[in-house]
Every structure is written in structure tokens, then in C-alpha cells.
């Protein structure tokens, strides 16, 4: 199953006051991961979106291990669960540098809808995309 | 049970591209409705912070039902599910402004932790305030 | 010349590990403190978009006197300085509760531009809520 | 003089309902390009803080040219104008991914202070590692 990293650094606009990354950021860059593991597949979200299909979240969950710092360089990486005929899951973590701790662990789920906002199937050159690449049949 | 009740304006600074209030945002709101809840019941979180305790976040769950938009007023309801020796549950509905159509559901469970990062017991004045003021022992 | 307040309470999400508000969170706040001084002289910014018509900023400036730290209320006080025929600006002062101690002090310049993005002369109908409920002529 | 550019992608978080990139959003890039900036010429944000210094702001100043958008690839330049006794100004320019296009320009003056948020003067490591990089006596 195809996987992907993607190296994100800390920034001060990121941290809290309990001197910790505040804690929707790591869903903020679950954003990164998922359209990083797609770009990697050759499916560029914002030509999805051009041709007027969209992603929205229909779930997001964290589960917080350990806090990530600032000016930390953490690694999130990105799985896709499934894909089925109007939705998909990804999965995450998000390790520090090393690859030795995982700091949060998560998944969103996300309906495919048209620019209506109505839901929609996913288009077959997404399937095609997803087959081919990551070698796997949903 | 105690519940309480924010309303909130959608400001430019929390949509997105889709037109949409970006997703991270509904449980930046969360804060706001747990914070406010408290306050409501006694327990102000800055002063908890002041004698050496936080609630870090250990997890964080959203159900996207329906999108809010730029300049919608928005209803943050919360309640306490549960408080155990060492963490507490909220749960949290977001509403349109009258009520009638609930946009997100979610929670969040958080540890309790002394100034040094250590998990410990929730201390005896937060307990108090809750069984006193949520006519609820837990 | 017609002057807005509006309070607002710092939340965790404002804040970063110096312990104080996040340099930009101030310039978002002044977003609120135009949005309700237009509403207050009857001009909602959410009926200009769906006229057509937009505010997007050309310039902005913050000047940084006292931190404001997490749980405290503060006000922003807003006034439009000048509005020309394509543009408009804006001054805003955010003090503590109690408006002993200024935080910040700024300004943020707008264009008017269509729904194509192309700059045009502010609508009639922005001049006359002005010029009836701000008593000057611009 | 030395000049610093980083590599920045937009993602959905960045953007709002207008569909381009929220104006405060380019103002938190100016950190990452002043952080990477110091950091080229040996100077680690983070170990400065360990050693009990800050530079917080004391004034940002934008001015938008052009709306950077959902996953454009932007440069962020930053170079440092001046550094006194106690203070310091960058001054940023971010341009599209080919750099032929300027999207915004502008600065951040920021003071130097102690933990204890009192103004001090620059500390002599970091002059050192400024003149000497940046071949430039300020």
C-alpha cells in the first residue's frame, strides 16, 4: 500500500501557550499529508477541483500521543484506507523527525461531492489513478 | 446536566476557498464551548492553569454534518460526558443560529496534568464545583 | 466621526509559547471590529459580496505596544479614516477591558473590486449609509 | 547583503471564501522567512529563546499586489535592513513560484528582550554571526 512523508517545521504561529503545538494544527496538516499522498499518484486536488468535483471532511479524529515543539521537524505520513463508491479514509501519523516517536495518530473521512455541493461518485480517472498507482483495487 | 451555550460570528479569517468555514475551525470552537462551560460552573481554566494544572487534549473527534459560512452566527453547546479520576469527556454540538439544524458534532477527552507534564488526579476544587454545580456525582 | 467597540476574549488558539496573543491574531481581530462598524452604520460586508461587489485589502499595520495574554478580554475600537472613491481605510486601537492600556494600533487600506477582481468606485448605496450615519462627507 | 528564500505551498487552511489567501496569512510566512534567514547564517531562533532572548515585534507593515492561491508555490525573501542596539528590521518580499511577480511586499521591526520581557541589548553572539555572514557592520 502506497504510503507517503511529507517533513513540516514548526512555527511559532503553530505553538500555544502551553509552549506545545496547538492541538487542530495537527489536523491542519493532515491537510499536507493527503494531498501530497495524492500529488504523489498524479491526482492533483486542485484540478480535481477545476473540474468541479471537491473532497469536503465528513469525519476527523486525533488521538494526541506526545506534543511536538517548536521548530521541531515532524514527518506526517499519509496511508489511504479505502476508497469506496462516494468516499475515503485516510489514515495518519505524525512522527518526529526520527521516525522513533509518533506524536498523533488520526483519520478523516471525506464524501466526494459536485460544485453544486450535491455528493457524487468518485470520478473514474481517480479510480484509474488510485488502481494504477497504489497497486491495490477498492 | 449542565449545558452551555456560545454564539459565535463566522469571520472571514475562519472559510476557505470552498466557500466554507475550514474544518480545524469547528474544533478550534470546541475550545470556547468547554472554556465557556466551565466558567460557568465556577472553574475558570486560566486559574486551573495559575495553580500548576492544564487539560492537554489526548483526543479530538468531529462529524461534519452540514457547512457554516462566512457571517452565520453559530451555536457552540456543550456538555460534560464524563470526569474520571485523571480526565474529563466534553461533547459538543455546533448549531445554526436558531437551533433547528445541528452543522457538527464532536468531543474531546483531555488528561490532567500538573506544570511538569505529569498525568495526576484532577484536583478536589475542580470535583467540587462540578458535583456542586452539575447536581451530578461522577 | 462614528466609532465601533467590540469585545473579544483571547482563547488558547490566539496564543503562542512566548505565552502572548500570535503577532497576526491582532490584524484578524481588526477584521471584526470594520465588519461590525460597517454593520452598525447598516452596511452588512456579506450583502456587498452578494451584490458583487468586495473589500479586498491593500495594505495593513500593526504597531505592537503591550501583549495581550490568554483568557483576557480586549476591545477593538474601530473608526474609518477616509473613504475615496475606490478605496477606504480604517484605524483601529485594541485596548485592554477596561481601555487604560492600548495593545495595538493600526490600519488596514481596501480597494473595492467587482466580482471580476477589477477595481471600481465604491457603490451609492455604501456612500449615502456612510455619509447619513457617519455625519461627514467623504 | 545576504538574502534568504524559502519555498512555500498554499494549502487549504490558507485560503478563504474569497478564494485567495487570507491577508494575515502572508505576515506568519514573514516568521518562516526571517527564522530560515538567521538560521543560514548560524543564528537557531530556538536556542536564542533557550538562552533567554526574544525578538518580538514591535511593528508589521503588508502590502498586497497580487493574491497568492490555493496550491500556488510562493518565495518568500527576506533580507535584514537594519540591526541596532535593541531592534531589528527585516524586509520580506513574496513572489510567485518563478519569481516574476511580486504578491506582497513588506517589513517586521522586532526588539530585543530578556525572559523577563525587558528590552536589552542584541547579544553579542548574534552581532558576531551577523557581521561576519552577512559581511556587513550595522
Given at each position: 500500500?502506497?504510503?507517503?512523508?511529507?517533513?513540516?517545521?514548526?512555527i511559532?504561529?503553530?505553538t500555544?501557550?502551553?509552549g506545545?503545538?496547538y492541538?487542530t494544527?495537527?489536523?491542519?496538516?493532515?491537510?499536507?499529508g493527503r494531498?501530497?499522498?495524492?500529488?504523489?499518484?498524479?491526482?492533483?486536488?486542485a484540478?480535481?477541483?477545476?473540474?468541479g468535483?471537491?473532497?469536503p471532511l465528513?469525519?476527523?479524529?486525533?488521538n494526541?500521543?506526545?506534543?511536538?515543539?517548536?521548530?521541531?521537524?515532524i514527518v506526517v505520513?499519509?496511508?489511504?484506507?479505502?476508497l469506496?463508491?462516494?468516499s475515503?479514509k485516510?489514515v495518519?501519523?505524525?512522527?518526529?523527525?526520527?521516525?522513533?516517536?509518533?506524536?498523533?495518530?488520526g483519520?478523516?473521512?471525506?464524501?466526494?461531492?459536485n460544485?453544486?455541493g450535491?455528493?457524487?461518485r468518485?470520478?473514474?480517472?481517480?479510480?484509474?489513478?488510485?488502481?494504477?498507482?497504489?497497486?491495490i483495487?477498492?
Amino acid at each position: 500500500m502506497k504510503r507517503n512523508r511529507v517533513n513540516i517545521r514548526v512555527i511559532y504561529a503553530d505553538t500555544d501557550a502551553m509552549g506545545i503545538v496547538y492541538h487542530t494544527n495537527y489536523i491542519k496538516w493532515f491537510e499536507i499529508g493527503r494531498t501530497e499522498l495524492l500529488r504523489s499518484v498524479g491526482i492533483v486536488y486542485a484540478e480535481m477541483e477545476a473540474q468541479g468535483y471537491n473532497l469536503p471532511l465528513t469525519e476527523a479524529y486525533c488521538n494526541y500521543l506526545s506534543p511536538a515543539k517548536y521548530d521541531q521537524i515532524i514527518v506526517v505520513e499519509t496511508e489511504l484506507e479505502y476508497l469506496k463508491r462516494a468516499s475515503m479514509k485516510f489514515v495518519y501519523t505524525i512522527w518526529d523527525e526520527d521516525r522513533q516517536k509518533a506524536l498523533v495518530e488520526g483519520y478523516t473521512i471525506h464524501a466526494c461531492t459536485n460544485n453544486l455541493g450535491k455528493i457524487v461518485r468518485i470520478p473514474s480517472f481517480i479510480l484509474e489513478k488510485v488502481n494504477e498507482q497504489m497497486q491495490i483495487k477498492f
